[in-house]
């Protein structure tokens, strides 16, 4: 884990004892299957994080409105996503699983906060542009306010923790600053919530050039059938300039070479096969096949059965739910009273 993007927190379980209820919060949108970027970027902290802090943890289905608007599907998906991060590590008795819409005074907080918010710092935010330009037919409210609602997610739990990857900076930033805007105009309420990054903040997509998303199609899916998995890795860019398998290869460009990283011990091996050409291209991708596939197989036995018992899923989320209600509701008492609602 490195440390947080702005000043340094407490970084080890020593200091962590000494400083009670510092809390960590993460949302994820139940917006399609999740990759190995989410995992190696965000979720692989989630699950670190669990043992040291007060975690909550939200699936942001009222997020995920403002790209999905099947109810079937978002509803799915949301299942899906809640098995998904149990199989990779959540633990219900160690953080609290819950799905945002659930807990529904975030959107009270997410009002408030549009107070303090001047219109000009949503319309610069760099998701809400390119947002804009990846669904033009709907640019609905929601795109640009959705950075509200994400600071409203985190301090309505007061979470001063966002273990996150790196395309989560400038949201972050500016949950940083609304917050800042809050306490400077109602006095000192929410701690300023820093973002944690693991050591693959930005992991690459299968094209080698952007980022893993599934709004590029560019991911190696955790819990997709073995073939796809396959098929995935398999048409992974890798070092461009590589014309023959004799030539030798730039480790540190390769994409296939640089994933290796986080599924085995044998790196510098990797490493060292590629850049004196002992090994190609096609031996290193098939070497992550398996790789990946080995390093998921528990998880995606339990994703499996997971599924198939939709109840415990949906109940991990309901008493997630209900945990939280207090939290939820102090923080609410307080900041009316701070406004003047009552
Ligand atoms: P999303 O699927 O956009 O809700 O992302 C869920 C979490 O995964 C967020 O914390 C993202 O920052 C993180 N994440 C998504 N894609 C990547 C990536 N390619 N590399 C690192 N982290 C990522
Ligand atoms: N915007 C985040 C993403 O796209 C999801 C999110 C919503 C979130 N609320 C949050 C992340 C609060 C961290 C904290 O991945």
């Known amino acids: 884990m490195s440390e947080p993007a702005a000043s340094p927190v407490h970084s080890s379980p020593a200091d962590a004892a000494a400083l009670p209820r510092v809390r960590c919060f993460s949302g994820i949108q139940p917006s399609g299957a999740p990759h190995i970027g989410n995992d190696l970027g965000a979720i692989r902290n989630y699950v670190a994080l669990q043992d040291r802090y007060e975690s909550i943890y939200a699936i942001v289905d009222f997020h995920a409105l403002t790209s999905t608007h099947d109810a079937d599907l978002l509803r799915r998906r949301t299942r899906e996503m809640a098995a998904a991060l149990l199989a990779l590590g959540l633990d219900p008795a160690k953080c609290t699983l819950f799905v945002q819409s659930h807990r529904p005074e975030v959107t009270e907080l997410m009002w408030l906060f549009t107070t303090v918010t001047p219109v000009s710092w ?3 935010t760099p998701t809400y542009k390119e947002k804009r330009e990846n669904q033009p037919e709907d640019v609905n409210h929601g795109l640009l306010t959705y950075p509200v609602l994400q600071a409203a997610d985190i301090v309505l739990y007061k979470a001063s923790l966002v273990p996150v990857g790196r395309d989560q900076a400038a949201h972050l930033e500016l949950s940083r600053e609304i917050v800042r805007a809050f306490n400077n105009r109602y006095g000192p309420t929410f701690p300023e919530p820093q973002a ?44 461009t300039e590589r014309i023959k398998r004799t030539d030798p290869g730039r480790p540190e460009v390769c994409n296939v070479c640089q994933l290796h990283r986080f599924f085995g011990d044998d790196y510098a091996e990797i490493w060292d096969g590629e850049r004196t050409a002992r090994t190609g291209c096609v031996d ?12 998921y197989a528990p998880a995606r036995e339990r994703y499996a059965e997971l599924m198939a018992s939709p109840v415990t899923v949906d109940r991990v989320l309901e008493e997630g739910a209900e945990r939280l209600r207090p939290i939820a509701t102090a923080t609410i008492a307080e900041v009316r009273e701070k406004m003047g609602l009552r």
């Open 122 to 124: 949503l319309e610069r």
């Open 196 to 239: 944690v990054y693991t050591e693959a903040p930005v992991v690459l997509g299968t094209d080698g050039v952007r980022k893993m998303s599934k709004s590029m199609g560019n991911t190696i899916e955790i819990f997709a059938p073995a073939d796809e998995i396959r098929r995935q890795v398999t048409s992974m860019v890798t070092d």
């Open 284 to 295: 290193t991708k098939k070497l992550l096949v398996e790789r990946i596939l080995r390093h």
